[in-house]
C-alpha cells in the first residue's frame, strides 16, 4: 500500500475544503482508498492531507 502525504499552508481553509470535497469522485477513480484531512492547531489554514 503506497501513502500520498500533502502538507500545504492554504489562503482559506473552507474554499480549500469546498474543492477538496468536489473532488471525491476523481479520488475514487484514482484508486485512492482511503483519505483524511487534519488541520494544524496554530494554524488552521497550514492542512496535512493523507491519502
Known sequence: MALV??????ADY???????DSADGLRQ???VTNHSVHRMADDPNNIL???
Do not use: A, P, Q
Not at 502525504?5 to 492554504?10: A, E, M, P, S, V
Not at 473552507?14 to 477538496?20: I, M, N, P, W
Open 5 to 10: 502525504t500533502l502538507l500545504h499552508r492554504f
Open 29 to 31: 477513480s484514482g484508486g
Open 49 to 51: 492531507v493523507l491519502h
Open 14 to 20: 473552507d474554499t480549500f475544503r469546498s474543492v477538496y
